[in-house]
């Protein structure tokens, strides 16, 4: 665990490190948010960053998600600082720790990022051929590509792998081919010199480099560029890579682990994929069955999030009824484990008393089961508005007169409200990159209709927290 501590933290930080140490982290401290990038930008690279409430929290969550670092971010301020830890977790922050530090609170935090990191949670027979593959492979430096669904746990195969790897004590660096622009990502595999090109204002160290002696997580590799490709299989071969505007080349110790959710067989075959590099990471293969194969998970990785999520949101915790139950074992779950994950996110949010029922899951399309879809939705989405009908058949009544655009922008909007805001989930679950999602979200907002912001969880988790007290 490698924490990040930026801001004087009034006077705390001592106590802080010193907690942080004595937990396993590697920690390291700067006092301004301007040096915190320059030291991401250098490769030190981090796995949470802990910030002052007095610096602009907001400016560090922009900064950091246009430059592509996927850190999450504490606050740290004083107990009587409750109006600006409001600001903070608006502001993107994904939790508030008051000050001084307390060493339970400090490690409980880091236990959660280091268990969200490494938790692979399954039960099902269809998952045991696959996770003791990963386990017997997980030592060696093989390259190894990971094949599902969007949604089924990809990347957190990939860190499973990396955990049990003699490489766990070193860095493991992910970086999403699909959601950076093909003109930027160069720069972020192999990264650039100081004036390289317009807006290179320092040296940046590229994820290959901060992932030296580590693990270097490849996903939705087919997203990238062709051109791209044939550096990428250089740098796999040689061991080393050319900085953009570098004049020598820089060795490298890695072991590549790539995704895809698509047929790379099928890609190779189409030209959209080379068939040389698909040879270099396909040494050994991995695939997740989708989780409507994978029926005994269902219910265990439910209580998986409700427990996650009424302890982030300080609910109580809640059980899921027998209804409940036997609605998720119905649903088809398109979006796979992390559909899943915003159904019980949003089921812990609305529902009330001691156990979860069908009406708050806000799921439709359930098989076999009619009694089940008659409650009452707990609002309107586009999405379950009967375009599927409780036997599962298509409905195309209620598409009837209306233009492919409007149809398409109420799919959208409903895919990114169920995802509670999430612009990068609703983005896998559609199957569309999540340059595309934005720019139809900024036409949708522009044109006038109500896109759920991506702050939403918070604003809805904090009126809960409010009823609920």
């Known amino acids: 665990m490698r924490l990040l501590i930026v801001g004087k933290l009034k006077g ?78 608006k502001s993107g922050a994904r939790e508030y720790l008051p000050l001084p530090p307390d060493a339970e609170l400090i490690a409980a935090v880091l236990e959660t990022v280091a268990h969200e990191e490494t938790d692979f949670i399954y039960s099902d027979p269809s998952m045991l051929k696959t996770t003791k593959l990963a386990e017997q492979i997980a030592p060696s430096d093989a390259s190894v590509l990971i094949t599902g669904e969007s949604g ?27 959601a950076i622009p093909e003109n930027l990502l160069e720069s972020e595999l192999f990264g650039h010199e100081k004036g390289a090109f317009t807006g290179a204002v320092a040296r940046r160290i590229g994820k290959f480099e901060e992932a030296n002696g580590g693990t270097l997580l490849l996903d939705e590799v087919t997203e990238m560029h062709p051109l791209l490709q044939a550096k990428l299989l ?33 890609a190779v075959k189409n030209k959209e994929f080379r068939e040389d590099l698909f040879f270099r990471l396909n040494v050994v293969p991995l695939h997740l069955p989708p989780l409507r194969d994978r029926p005994m998970d269902i219910e265990k990785l439910a209580d998986h999030f409700i427990k996650k999520y009424t302890q982030s949101n300080a609910l109580p915790l809640r059980t899921l009824s027998n209804t409940a139950k036997k609605a998720l074992r119905q649903y088809e779950w398109r979006g796979n484990i992390r559909e899943l994950e915003n159904t019980m996110h949003r089921a812990v949010l609305l529902a009330s008393g001691d156990s979860i029922e069908p009406e708050v899951l806000h799921i439709s399309g359930l098989k076999n ?47 990114v409200s169920h995802c509670l805001g999430n612009r990068t989930q609703a983005a896998h ?34 009126t809960m927290n409010k009823e609920a007290s």
């Open 152 to 178: 089924t746990g990809k990347e957190v195969m990939a860190r499973f792998i990396h955990h049990n790897s003699k490489r766990k004590d070193k860095q493991f660096i992910s970086i999403n081919c699909a």
């Open 429 to 462: 679950i559609l199957g569309i990159s999540i340059r595309t999602l934005r720019n139809k979200l900024r036409l949708y907002t522009e044109s006038g209709a109500a896109v759920p912001s991506p702050n939403q969880i918070h604003g809805d988790a904090a």
């Open 12 to 89: 705390h930080i001592g106590a802080a490190s010193r907690i942080a140490l004595a937990r396993g982290a590697k920690v390291q401290q700067v006092d301004e948010i301007d040096l915190a990038l320059d030291s991401l930008r250098s490769g030190k690279g981090a796995d949470l960053i802990m910030a002052d409430i007095n610096l602009d929290i907001k400016v560090l969550v922009n900064s950091l998600e246009k430059e592509h670092f996927c850190i999450p971010v504490v606050a740290c301020g004083l107990e009587t600082d409750s109006e600006p830890a409001v600001k903070a977790i």
């Open 234 to 266: 250089r740098a796999i071969q040689e061991r080393e890579i050319d900085r953009v505007g570098g004049t020598k080349p820089v060795p490298i110790n890695i072991r590549i682990i790539a995704t895809s959710n698509r047929d790379l067989e099928e």
């Open 369 to 415: 089961d009619t009694a089940l879809s008659k409650a009452e939705p707990v609002s309107a989405d586009p999405l379950e508005e009967g375009v599927i009908d409780n036997d599962d058949n298509f409905n195309p009544n209620i598409l009837v007169g209306r233009s492919l655009s409007d149809v398409e922008q109420d799919l959208i909007i409903g895919t």
